[in-house]
Structure formats: structure tokens, C-alpha cells
């Protein structure tokens, strides 16, 4: 029954004050502020509708696409919204589209790499959407590999122009959104070639398109490169295909930024290469900026598979009827808890990191104008590693509810446990988690790229090994280490320490919980090193000890979570009782990581077999305090139902008249009798398939 809220009595439990947790979840009041009115904003606009799209063809779906793009540019006109407000419209409208790729990388592209007369010269145009860009690096050929790129930008000195050419069809530019059929230009990443010789990879501008007519200009091939996985989901995106044959463009549109008063590289008239002692992995800023996003969004997209899951299992009643009593409810069961509890408390911790995360961006932004580049290596390692591990993890999340890069392994290891927990929260749900009108098939089909753009996880882990190494190479040399390293500074007696839990409450205590975290990083990534030491070819014993060092890799982004998270509550954190509950939540996310990962703490002996069981004790009694608790932190994210677009975590918990509903809209449905059952049907009942035309 409408205006009923079946999930009042849970909210009733809640032991914390829910709206203040909201304005923690959202970063500040003036955050909340916004991200609320806008998000009702979308959710109030029949445009903005999307319930429809997993059953729309692909030219249907993409030309929906094209005006709701359109449309939320047009609203961002009329009601003056501000870039902050702007980017919570698209956020909120919730489709991939080529506005993604055009704000979130061609923008930032310009305005990271370019110098002061290319941002003049072409963000005015950006910014009205006069011109529509995307961002072509990879290639069909090479992805995670960026100095294996084909594609050649030569210098011609007589004409003052670079020559764009794709020499292979492996150089083919494959997979960037918004080129397959809108971008009119391109960030187009080319190996630079002057007088013969080749200066690695550099970025160009390039227009791709008429702005009169939108044809292909002479030389370029360029095209959609076809459906991908899913009903609906990333195929609104126009991921393209692009070949150049001899395309000239001007030399002023190769991107040569300045840093401080530093032109980091130049081609002069007469065809000379220029170029400082800025670090060569300043020319990557924008995948920096871009895998730092990712890990937001990771929170955002487990949040919602969370969300889903959570609701839902309060909803559903299965077995334990007593005296023709009600069923109990499934999130009672403790294997349900087992299974969603960790999940909903890695959507804080992302949150909590990815909020680090920005400002540890902003902080080597601002170093790397005044020339000081000594925190990039560290910040490389930090982006690359999270996004590797959140979107990982996130992926796996949605399904149970029913290079330079900044930060390299955290980026990379947070990237995978999201896949991992979309999928968890789809079978959370049971078979209705199957069903499109879940949210949850959707969701993964969207979100599960992540795992591969911007740095194939593994990939990016293994960057995170190297940075790891070389901080274990420099332990003996007097040069401490820094940042989410500094704990390695005191690897002596992180090597040797002892555990001192005793008793399960003991696993409490923040302190126990970061040394057993520390003591595991350190000692997996020295055991590296030494193995590595055994090999007269470093890059042979690289090779070969490769799955131990992504295995160190993950430790170590493991711990900035739960560090990041613990420093979180350090922190003054208003509301009566949120500081609690988010402290139950961390408690929960590192013992949780603690007892999946019970092989790596044993078999470097952080803790004893004792120990790990008193650790999987304590955490049985956390889910004992989640459990009040569930419904109101998932409503702490503050999602409208448009946003979260699942019956099954419809905030009123009016599932099972709104699933029946919404089975009935299916177009199969539209007719009581099939179309084909005369033709195919009727001839096999009749037993008249000699006659019948198949």
C-alpha cells in the first residue's frame, strides 16, 4: 500500500542521529545541501526517467541518451547552476554518456597539461559545450601499456605541422567514450617522431568532426566499436573506434604544460625538442586526477548495492515460523550478516578514503606548482593501488545484494573489491536480485569496467610492488620513508613484534588492529625483496614473483583503508552517537579483512592461531551491533529511489506489489497470445511442423 513505510520499525532501532551521519557521509553541510536539492531535483523530472532502459534497442537507447544529455545541459543553463551543482546533475541523472568522458577527461586534460594560450584557446569552448571532447589513448593494441602505444604525431618542419597517423591496425585508438559517434575533438595520445627520432608518448589536440555538419574530417576513421555486456547499462556510452591516415594539425596543439615557470617538454619552430628536469610522469596528471574520482564513485556504487541488499533483506521473510507466527527475517540470519555487514561497512571505508584521497590530490597539485615533486612517486603509488582495490571489490558487491597514477594501489585494490561486492549483494537477494527491476544487474554491468579502465587492476598492483620495493631497497640507506609508507620506517620492530591480544575485546583497540596490519605489509613486502634479492636479473625475478608482490601490493592499500578510516575517527564527528556506530563499522572492516586474510597473518606471524580466533569471535559480536543499526545507515547515504532505481530497495520497503506492477510492463507482455505462437507455436501443438514455415 502506498504512503505506508514498512521499514519504519527498523528505522525506530536506529541508536545514532541519521541526518547527522548524512552530513558526514556527504563530506560537510554545505555538501549535503547540495547533493540533496539536486538529487530531488532529478528524482522530480519525468525526463530524467530511466526505469525503461534495460528494454530499449541500442539506437533507441543511445538517441535517449543524446537528449537527456542534452536536456540536463539546458536545466544547468536555465537554473544557473554552479560547476559544483552542474557535475551533481550528471551524477544524479545517473547514465554513462559522453558528458562523462568530455568534463572528466578531456576538461581536466586541458587544464593539467595544456599552457596558459591552449587552456585560453580552447576551455571557452569546452566549457559552453561548443565543442564536445574525449580522451584517446588507448588502443586496440595497447591499453594498460601507454609507452606501447602505436599511433605517431611527426614533426613536419616545412609546414610547421604535426603528421597524425596510425601506422597498424593494433594503433587504431579502441574503447574512449564519446568518440565512437558525438566528440568533435580528442585529447589524442601519440608517440612524438622529430627528424627521425621518437620522444615517447605526448598529447594533441585534434578535431575529429565538422562543427557543421559533424562528418568525419578528411583522414579519420571513426566509428562505435559495438555493443558491450549488459542489457541497458554502458551502452549508452558511444565507446569508439579512430584511425588517422596523415591528419595535420598545428604544432601549437601538442599539450606543453608549464609547472611553475617550467615548460615540461617543446617543440620548437625548427622542429628542437625542449624539455626541463620535471618529472617525464607529469604528462599522466589527468589519469591521477581521474583514478582519484574512481575511488569515490567506488563508495558511491557499493553504497547502492549495499543499500539494496540491506533494505531488501529487512523486507524479506524466510523460514522460522512459529504458530503460524511471521517469518524471520533474512537479515537476522547470521550467514546473511556475515555476508552484507562487511560490505556495508567497506562503503564507509571507501568513503573515508577516497575523501583522503582528494586531498592528498590537491596537496601534490599545489607541491608540483611550486615545483616540489618529491611526494609524486608516493601519491603515483596511493591512486593506482585504491582504485585497483575499490572497484575490485565494489564489482563483487552489487552482485551479492541480489602509467603515472596517483596512488596507485589503492586505487587498483579498492576497483576490485567493488565488483567483487556488487555481485555479493546480488545473490544477497536471492533470484528477485536477477531481475533488472533489482538495480542490481545494471549496476554491475556499469560499474564492472572500472576494474580495466584507467589501469587494468593487476597492472596497476604491480606498479604498487615496484614503489613498495624500491622503499624496502632504501630502508638501510637513512632515507625514511614518507606518506602511507612511513610505517615502514620502523621496520625492525615491525618485523619482530609480538601481538599482544588476549582477550577478543582486545581487537578494539585501535592500536592492536594497526600494528597487526603494519606488521603484514611489512613483512610480505620484505619477504619480496629478499626473494627478489636471490635473482641475478631483477626484471626476470619480477616476473616470476609477480602474484607474491600483487599479494603484498593488496596489504598495503589494505592498511591505508583501515588507517585512513581509523584517522577518520580521530577527528571531531558530531551527532549523537555516529562517532560509535562508524567506530563499530571500522572495527568491523579490519577484522573482516583480518580473518579473510587469516593466511597472511599467521603465515608471517603478525598473531597466532589463537588470536585469529578471537578476532573472528569479536567480529560476530559487531554484527550483534550493526544489526539495529542496518537500515539507518544505509539511509545515511540519502539516495532517492529514482537514484537508486531497485524495487527491491524502494525506501518504503513496498516491494512485492511493486515487483508484480512493474512485471506487467514488460513489452512480452503487451499481448496475451506471443507474436510467433501461430507460426512456431501452434504447427508444434498440432504436430504440423512438416507444413509449417520455420
Not at 557521509?25 to 526505469?51: M, N, Q, T, Y
Not at 558491450?228 to 565507446?239: I, P, S
Not at 562508524?582 to 587469516?598: D, E, P, R, S
Amino acid at each position: 500500500m502506498d504512503g505506508v513505510d514498512y521499514l519504519a520499525d527498523e528505522r525506530s532501532k536506529a541508536q545514532f542521529d541519521v541526518d547527522e551521519l548524512k552530513i558526514v557521509w556527504a563530506g560537510s553541510p554545505h555538501a549535503f545541501e547540495v547533493s540533496d536539492r539536486i538529487s530531488r531535483l532529478v528524482a522530480s523530472d519525468p525526463a530524467f526517467r530511466k526505469d525503461n532502459r534495460p528494454m530499449l534497442g541500442r539506437k533507441e537507447l543511445f538517441k535517449n541518451t543524446l537528449r537527456k544529455a542534452t536536456y540536463a545541459w539546458k536545466r544547468i543553463i536555465e537554473l544557473r547552476l554552479n560547476e559544483e551543482e552542474a557535475s551533481k546533475l550528471r551524477f544524479y541523472v545517473d547514465e554513462p554518456a559522453f558528458t562523462d568522458l568530455h568534463w572528466g577527461m578531456f576538461v581536466p586534460a586541458i587544464k593539467g597539461q595544456g599552457t596558459d594560450e591552449q587552456q585560453q584557446k580552447w576551455l571557452p569552448l569546452a566549457y559552453k559545450m561548443q565543442i564536445i571532447g574525449c580522451y584517446a589513448q588507448t588502443e586496440l593494441g595497447h591499453g594498460s601499456n601507454v609507452q606501447g602505444l602505436e599511433t605517431t604525431a611527426t614533426f613536419d618542419p616545412q609546414t610547421d605541422e604535426f603528421i597524425i597517423h596510425s601506422p597498424t591496425l593494433t594503433s587504431s585508438k579502441w574503447w574512449p567514450g564519446g568518440l565512437g559517434k558525438i566528440s568533435t575533438h580528442g585529447v589524442v595520445y601519440a608517440r612524438l617522431i622529430t627528424d627521425g627520432q621518437d620522444h615517447g608518448v605526448h598529447g594533441f589536440i585534434v578535431q575529429l568532426r565538422s562543427l557543421d555538419d559533424h562528418s568525419p574530417l578528411p583522414g579519420i576513421t571513426v566509428g562505435d566499436i559495438g555493443m558491450k555486456f549488459g542489457n541497458g547499462a554502458y551502452n549508452t556510452m558511444d565507446n569508439g573506434v579512430l584511425r588517422f591516415d596523415h591528419v595535420r594539425i598545428p604544432r601549437d596543439q601538442m599539450l606543453m604544460r608549464f609547472v611553475g615557470k617550467e615548460l615540461v617538454f617543446q617543440v620548437t619552430r625548427d622542429g628542437k625538442v625542449k624539455q626541463s628536469n620535471v618529472p617525464r610522469q607529469l604528462v599522466y596528471g589527468t589519469m591521477v586526477f581521474v583514478r582519484q574520482t574512481i575511488v569515490a564513485d567506488a563508495s558511491c556504487a557499493i553504497s547502492r548495492a549495499v543499500c539494496i541488499a540491506t533494505r531488501y533483506s529487512a523486507v524479506r521473510r524466510q523460514f522460522g515460523s512459529q504458530n503460524g507466527g511471521a517469518e524471520t527475517q533474512v537479515i537476522d540470519y547470521k550467514t546473511q550478516q556475515n555476508r552484507l555487514f562487511p560490505l556495508l561497512a567497506s562503503a564507509y571505508a571507501f568513503r573515508f578514503v577516497g575523501e583522503w584521497l582528494k586531498w592528498l590530490y590537491t596537496d601534490v597539485t599545489q607541491r608540483l606548482q611550486a615545483n616540489d615533486f618529491s611526494t609524486l612517486p608516493e601519491a603515483h603509488a596511493c591512486t593506482a593501488g585504491l582504485k585497483s582495490l575499490t572497484t575490485s571489490a565494489t564489482a563483487a558487491a552489487l552482485s551479492s545484494a541480489a602509467t603515472f597514477s596517483f596512488g596507485i594501489f589503492s586505487y587498483t585494490c579498492l576497483h576490485h573489491i567493488l565488483k567483487d561486492a556488487i555481485e555479493e549483494c546480488r545473490k544477497l537477494c536471492g533470484g528477485h536480485g536477477y531481475l533488472c527491476t533489482s538495480g542490481l544487474p545494471e549496476l554491475f554491468a556499469v560499474y564492472v569496467p572500472a576494474c580495466t579502465y584507467e589501469g587494468d587492476n593487476i597492472v596497476l598492483l604491480l606498479q604498487v610492488a615496484r614503489f613498495l620495493m624500491k622503499t624496502v631497497s632504501q630502508l638501510g640507506s637513512g632515507k625514511k620513508p614518507v606518506g602511507t609508507t612511513a610505517y615502514m620506517g620502523r621496520a625492525e620492530h615491525l618485523l619482530q613484534c609480538q601481538c599482544d591480544v588476549q582477550r577478543a575485546e582486545d581487537w578494539l583497540k585501535p592500536s592492536a588492529i594497526l600494528e597487526a596490519f603494519e606488521a603484514r605489509a611489512t613483512r610480505m613486502s620484505v619477504a619480496c625483496a629478499r626473494n627478489l634479492s636471490k635473482f641475478k636479473n631483477q626484471e626476470e625475478g619480477f616476473l616470476e614473483l609477480q602474484a607474491d608482490l600483487v599479494e603484498a601490493a593488496v596489504a598495503h592499500c589494505q592498511l591505508i583503508v583501515v588507517s585512513k578510516f581509523i584517522e577518520k575517527l580521530q577527528q571531531d564527528i558530531p551527532g549523537n552517537g555516529v562517532k560509535q556506530v562508524l567506530g563499530v563499522l571500522c572495527n568491523v572492516y579490519a577484522l573482516n579483512i583480518l580473518h579473510k586474510h587469516l593466511g597472511d597473518f599467521l603465515s608471517t606471524g603478525c598473531i597466532t592461531p589463537k588470536q585469529g580466533s578471537l578476532a573472528s569471535e569479536q567480529l560476530r559480536s559487531l554484527y550483534s551491533q550493526v544489526r539495529p543499526n542496518a537500515i539507518a545507515l544505509v539511509d545515511a547515504f540519502n539516495y532517492t529511489d529514482h537514484y537508486l532505481g531497485s524495487v527491491l530497495g524502494r525506501y518504503d520497503g513496498n516491494v512485492y506489489p511493486k515487483l508484480y506492477e512493474e512485471a506487467w510492463k514488460d513489452p512480452l507482455n503487451d499481448t496475451v497470445v506471443p507474436d510467433g505462437y501461430h507460426e512456431y507455436i501452434r504447427p508444434l501443438l498440432k504436430q504440423q511442423l512438416r507444413t509449417a514455415r520455420l
